[in-house]
């Protein structure tokens, strides 16, 4: 049978990193094993080498080095420094006769197997109900919170984004603004839409609740698209339901974008004419 | 800078494509004024080299990056619109008035008698506080932009005021920037307020018609004999 790899702890180990511990399933063939483990802000990275040429370990500490040929302010490198940051792995292994398989997991609690299985059925039933009854496709942009400093708009002294429309950051200071896009399946409540009269002129505002499975974890500043009428939303707030801390699902607070912010311009899906 | 279109009107003045009703120095006369200036300041070759450019249409186009070769339009109205062409548009600098104070000088706003035919002048200042919202998503976008309208105010002073026959325009004063958020729907943005004071003189003159009238009523009842001897002594009733 072909081996498989799973990883099977994340020990946060605040503010300095993660220990990352997996194991091999059918690893019957004598000889070396060598990991490489990659890190990212999401499910669908792109991934930074964490480390690589590790032969037969099963365990690696993650301590976010600087990369290599760069400094701080203009290269930020991943920080715990902050209530709500979400870290992906993937653990890569190559064979004695040059098989590979590779594993994603998002750090976090694990709960027991018994409740894990609990934990399963309550995940597959809201994924039957969003994807055939009363979800809609989405795609989900994280916002990028480590990485290189956008050049052109950020003034490295107060690290203040200048200009809101920059399309090399999409106006989050970090080169490439987010992290690749994810489509999965939520829904999305009836809006609330509100015109009032401020000095800002006549403003429409629109908010509304979204469920969404357990994964990928998104917080605030975060961009939901919905495929199906091409409005994007801003999370405020992010709730979660748990089992053994372990998430089941969310509840996201929303705010939809206003139609001229940059944002439009970032294309979630190569697959639908024109470009979206 | 640009010259306005202007009409210079007893020391106040007014847009040529204000509306009849809006009267020179009047609370939309001044805001349409600031509003003109600014959309000029973002305009044509007082742009080049910014990243934000004014256009009547409010639409960004598909290419504009907010760099310095390809920039950013920028939004300038005034606030409170009921009925505006485009709505939650950012950057946006939206212009507005606060109270408007009448300042007396002297007694009884007299500034000058006439007395072979008694016409008076009279003179007063009116103070109006003027308000600019700078609105940015980022906060160092809000900043920015603020900087450039608070240089622009602050040195451009004479030449605005010469152009309007403006009386006086006071120093701005730029606050702090802060989130705001308009409503609880809303995604909060940034906002930055310039604030300073525009002082407008205001003339008016009266011209005595009671003895005028009385001078016309002496000739009818002396008539056009001139012989005729029998004066009306009621020319000097009611005058004391």
């Known amino acids: ?276 | 800078m640009a010259q306005a279109n202007a009409k210079p009107y007893l020391g106040s003045t007014v847009l040529d494509v204000h509306h009849p009703d809006v009267f020179p120095s009047s609370p939309m006369a001044l805001i349409g004024i600031f509003i003109a200036i600014i959309q000029d300041r973002f305009s044509g070759t007082n742009a080049e080299g910014l990243p934000y450019y004014w256009d009547p249409d409010p639409t960004p186009d598909h290419d504009e990056d907010n760099s310095n070769e390809k920039p950013r339009r920028i939004y300038i109205e005034s606030q409170f619109s009921e009925f505006p062409d485009a709505r939650d548009v950012l950057p946006s600098i939206l212009v507005d008035k606060e109270e408007t104070r009448a300042d007396k000088q002297w007694f009884g706003h007299r500034g000058h008698i006439n007395l072979p035919d008694r016409n008076e002048v009279y003179v007063m200042f009116t103070t109006s506080s003027m308000s600019i919202l700078v609105g940015g998503r980022t906060r160092g976008e809000s900043a920015t932009l603020a900087e450039h309208i608070f240089m622009f105010l602050a040195t451009c002073t004479p030449f605005i005021r010469e152009t309007f026959s403006i009386h006086d325009i006071s120093v701005p004063i730029m606050s702090k920037t802060t989130p705001q958020r308009r409503s609880g729907n809303d995604i909060e943005f940034w906002n930055t307020t310039i604030n300073f004071q525009v002082q407008t003189k205001v003339l008016w003159r009266t011209k005595p018609i009671a003895p005028r009238l009385q001078e016309i009523r002496s000739k009818l009842s002396l008539g056009a004999d001139k012989n005729h001897v029998d004066l009306d002594i009621e020319q000097y009733v009611g005058r004391t």
């Open chain 1, 1 to 276: 049978m072909a081996i498989s790899i799973k990883i099977v702890k994340e020990t946060s180990l605040w503010p300095y990193g993660h220990l990352i511990q997996w194991e091999l399933k059918n690893d019957a063939i004598s000889g070396d094993y060598t990991f490489a483990v990659y890190r990212s802000g999401f499910l669908n990275g792109p991934w930074d080498l964490a480390a690589q040429g590790l032969v037969n370990t099963f365990a690696f500490r993650d301590t976010f080095p600087q990369k290599p040929g760069t400094s701080a302010p203009n290269e930020v490198r991943p920080n715990q420094l902050g209530g709500f940051r979400n870290f992906y792995y993937k653990v890569t292994v190559t064979g004695p006769t040059g098989e590979t398989a590779e594993t994603i997991d998002e750090v976090g609690p694990t709960a027991n197997r018994h409740m894990s299985n609990f934990r399963r059925k309550a995940i597959r039933d809201l994924g039957l109900v969003l994807r055939k009854y009363s979800g809609s496709k989405v795609a989900l942009l994280k916002r990028r919170r480590w990485g290189t400093r956008c050049l052109k708009c950020v003034d490295p002294r107060t690290k203040e984004v200048t200009r809101a429309a920059c399309v090399s950051c999409w106006g989050t200071g970090i080169v490439d603004g987010y992290w690749a896009p994810v489509l999965t399946y939520a829904r999305r409540s009836a809006s609330n839409n509100v015109s009032v009269i401020t000095p800002e002129q006549k403003s429409d505002a629109n908010d509304c609740k979204i469920w969404m499975p357990e994964t990928p974890t998104m917080e605030r500043d975060d961009i939901v698209v919905f495929m199906n009428d091409q409005r994007r939303y801003r999370l405020d707030q992010v709730m979660q339901t748990e089992i053994q801390l372990e998430s089941v699902h969310q509840v996201l607070s929303a705010q939809e974008i206003a139609r001229d912010h940059v944002i439009y311009k970032l294309h979630v899906s190569p697959d639908i004419n024109p470009l979206f």
